[in-house]
T-cell receptor
Framework: GQQLNQSPQSMFIQEGEDVSMNCTSS?????WLWYKQDPGEGPVLLIA???AGELTSNGRLTAQFGITRKDSFLNISASIPSDVGIYFC????????????WGAGTKLIIKP | SAVISQKPSRDICQRGTSLTIQCQVD?????MFWYRQQPGQSLTLIAT?????????ESGFVIDKFPISRPNLTFSTLTVSNMSPEDSSIYLC????????FGPGTRLTVL
């Protein structure tokens, strides 16, 4: 099925560094969602975005809904060890009812 | 949000057998889904569990292989039938409660 292009695939960073990841598509989205998945767990919703240009923060996390409605980014500031995990973007296409389209995930690894 | 629990959390099964996974939600929800996540991959929607009627399956998934029950608005089961090693995955229950939330998953290994 259709997927979002999520990058990077993985990141190795030092504790305290800022992190940035993004998702792009050739299609227009109505909603962008960012999830984090820890090993052995289901994805947990971090941030939901509903409007083009919307910038939303959740603690050290900030995400934006691109103006073109075809992209979104997630930033994590001052990373800490518990930030490790896999981050997924997902979205609802314009004119779609419920089906989520998923990115392939960004694996975040933090070197202490 | 919604609190979702799944049973079992993990299982190791023999080829040719079937496993039924249960999903319980702490509130009534209209939309409930079952996903599969193969090792190192993103999530793939198997089907929408419809209360009081047959589930709606996505392309590549069929009722004979993945029968689903949804007897009420807080509970659903997914059965993985006649299992093979290719069915080894994490199976996730998901519901919509303003946004889409996920259960902890069931990690299935088929030998």
């Amino acid at each position: 099925g259709q997927q979002l292009n999520q990058s990077p695939q993985s990141m190795f960073i030092q504790e305290g560094e800022d992190v940035s990841m993004n998702c792009t598509s050739s299609s227009i989205f109505n909603t962008w969602l960012w999830y984090k998945q820890d090993p052995g767990e289901g994805p947990v919703l971090l941030i939901a975005l509903y409007k083009a240009g919307e910038l939303t923060s959740n603690g050290r996390l900030t995400a934006q809904f691109g103006i073109t409605r075809k992209d979104s980014f997630l930033n994590i500031s001052a990373s800490i060890p518990s930030d490790v995990g896999i981050y997924f973007c997902a979205g609802h296409l314009k004119d779609s009812n419920y089906q989520l389209i998923w990115g392939a995930g960004t694996k975040l690894i933090i070197k202490p | 949000s919604a609190v979702i629990s799944q049973k079992p959390s993990r299982d190791i099964c023999q080829r040719g057998t079937s496993l039924t996974i249960q999903c319980q939600v702490d509130s009534q929800v209209t939309m409930m889904f079952w996903y599969r996540q193969q090792p190192g991959q993103s999530l793939t929607l198997i089907a929408t569990a419809n209360q009081g009627s047959e589930a709606t399956y996505e392309s590549g998934f069929v009722i004979d292989k993945f029968p689903i029950s949804r007897p009420n608005l807080t509970f659903s089961t997914l059965t993985v039938s006649n299992m093979s090693p290719e069915d080894s995955s994490i199976y996730l229950c998901s519901v919509v409660a303003n946004e889409q939330f996920f259960g902890p998953g069931t990690r299935l290994t088929v030998l």
